[in-house]
T-cell receptor
Framework: DVKVTQSSRYLVKRTGEKVFLECVQD?????MFWYRQDPGLGLRLIYF???????EKGDIPEGYSVSREKKERFSLILESASTNQTSMYLC?????????????FGPGTRLTVT | AQSVTQPDIHITVSEGASLELRCNYS??????LFWYVQSPGQGLQLLLK??????LVQGIKGFEAEFKRSQSSFNLRKPSVHWSDAAEYFC??????????FGTGTRLQVFP
């Protein structure tokens, strides 16, 4: 069974802190994604990785960076957390090649920045 | 620009009633189409998908969706809603890249 796990379900951080959100998939998927979900705005893509050490900016990359050192792990980094980064963060993964494959999602991390 | 529209932000139905959630996409090329469901505090779960072939697709939990090219729509339906169907539903579209474009979601409330 496909599984995407995220390191924390809930996280509370202070303004200015460096925050790491971790995501691990066990399906050997090439693609991994980080989304931000806010009420009324749906899911917005922050970053996308299509291979180890490869990344592509999504629609809202400002204030975020990512790291993918191993195929199964994709990290989202908030270099200096701000209150407007309080949100639900969702990680997903998918196969790659030929068609647009469905994405499999983790349970999400609800981040509060105070 | 490519976009996905879910015109209904919030829908309320009685248990046992039929359901239709609307989804429209903007780009002309035939897309890959998906419906996801999100229960409170959870990630997204795939309900069904359309790539090609029969335009009526069946999914999990008794849901189905119909692709109508002439209307650029991919509406989700269920003949009889259960209280456990209360959740948020997202339509998503892909076009020859690995990225998906998501709609803003429809929140479904079910009354007994």
């Amino acid at each position: 069974d496909v599984k995407v796990t995220q390191s924390s379900r809930y996280l509370v951080k202070r303004t200015g802190e460096k925050v790491f959100l971790e995501c691990v998939q066990d399906m050997d998927h090439e693609n991994m994604f980080w989304y931000r979900q806010d009420p009324g705005l749906g899911l917005r893509l922050i970053y996308f990785s299509y291979d180890v050490k490869m990344k592509e900016k999504g629609d809202i990359p400002e204030g975020y960076s990512v790291s993918r050192e191993k195929k199964e792990r994709f990290s989202l980094i908030l270099e200096s957390a701000s209150t407007n980064q309080t949100s639900m963060y969702l990680c997903a993964s998918s196969l790659s090649g030929g068609i647009v494959y469905e994405q499999y999602f983790g349970p999400g991390t609800r981040l509060t920045v105070t | 620009a490519q976009s996905v529209t879910q015109p209904d932000i919030h829908i309320t139905v009685s248990e046992g009633a039929s359901l239709e959630l609307r989804c429209n996409y903007s780009y002309g090329a035939t897309p890959y189409l998906f419906w996801y469901v999100q229960s409170p505090g959870q990630g997204l779960q795939l309900l069904l998908k359309y790539f090609s072939g029969d335009t009526l697709v069946q999914g999990i939990k008794g849901f189905e969706a119909e692709f109508k090219r002439s209307q650029s729509s991919f509406n989700l339906r269920k003949p009889s809603v259960h209280w456990s169907d209360a959740a948020e539903y997202f339509c998503a579209v892909g076009y020859n890249t690995d990225k998906l474009i998501f709609g803003t979601g429809t929140r479904l409330q079910v009354f007994p």
